[in-house]
């Protein structure tokens, strides 16, 4: 079957703005930074020291990101790797000069989550300690971090992923070391706490699964109920939580049947009606469900991005659009997701030899087209 074909059976469709861009690449477009900052958006990616240190990706990323995510080097396996360790923020002032050597915002990642503590952590050291223990742990690390790099940042991650969709826990999560040691609270103390320390970057509440049913089968209906729910309670503390990070890791397997474009836009207003920012914080696309072929799989990504995008860059309370990564030389699906097929992951804008992708062009298309807005922050780089 001709891959056209095989596209369209798939039920793929890309705009034909993509297409008549993706046959001009003979001309070098601007950098992905510049086209979202035209619009009034502030677009950047993740990445990590260990990903930068390779010369073909570091060129990449410096040419094409407006602000840089702290994939790796803000968790605890490299600011604190065990129990008894110092705080060490090494790797953490290594990405963090990188970005402001190429005039790159800093969003830092993450201060509260359940996960990265890498092989020096047991469960014992987490779950098996008391109340005043866990606040010691927590709380100092985040204190520490925070006051380390006030001012270098523009935002910071400070809860991620503590949304739950059991109502009788009112929209958290009970299953994070922290709830179960400290209670519910840490989440306003660690909001509190972060903005105490710096008034002035962006406190952000970072959440997962709001586009379609995730692979653990939950209903993005019922996250974003929970979202909200667990907003609202946070805003009538007066906690300073002031924008939602949407990680939007996208499933290209029948997306277009499965978003519900209506249903989200209506979310995104919901959240801007409530005073908060939005952000598109790590957005990449699962190919599962399409072919081996890359052709029709590449195809088939950049159609996630269109479709997606088309909807999430209307609303206006989106300032700042992340992927997570931009090569495929170096996406956490390959290591963690692999395809079973054997076909290596290709969810990102480049392929591994850094050349630009049709979800290249479907991203900067949409970019293109987003209507304009007032810049949340202005990159260092367009000063």
Known sequence: MLASAAAASAGILVAPGVVKAATSAARRPAPLWRTAFDRGLVYGSSTATWQISDPEYRAVFAREAGILFTEDDLLWYRVKPTPDSPLDFTYGDQIVNFAEHNGQLVFAAHLVWDEGFGDGWTDDDLWGISEAEARKLLFGTLRQTV??????????????????????????????????????????????????????????????????????????EDRRRAALMVIDELLKQKVPVQALGIQAHLLADHFGQRF?????????????????????????????????????????????????????????????????????????????????????????PFNRKMERKPAFWALQHALQGAPRRKPLWVPPRAR
């Open 147 to 220: 006051t380390h790099y006030k001012g270098k940042v523009a935002a910071w991650s400070v809860v991620n992923e503590a949304i739950g969709t059991d109502p009788a826990v009112r929209g958290m999560r009970t299953d994070v070391p922290w709830y179960q040691t400290i209670g519910r609270s840490y989440v306003a103390e660690a909001f509190r706490l972060a903005h105490d320390l710096d008034p002035h970057a962006l406190m952000v509440l970072n959440e997962f699964g709001f586009e379609t049913v995730n692979q653990y089968g939950d209903r993005p």
């Open 260 to 348: 519900n474009a209506v249903q989200y836009r209506n979310f995104l207003r919901e959240v801007a009606d409530r005073g908060l920012k939005i952000l598109i914080t790590e957005m990449d696309v699962t190919d599962d469900g399409l072919p081996a072929d890359r052709t029709i799989r590449d195809r088939g990504v950049a159609d996630v991005y269109a479709r997606y995008l088309d909807v999430a860059l209307q609303e206006p309370a989106v300032r700042v659009l992340m992927t997570f990564g931009l090569s495929d030389r170096y996406t956490w699906l390959q290591e963690d997701y692999p395809r079973d097929d054997g076909a290596g992951r290709r969810p990102l």
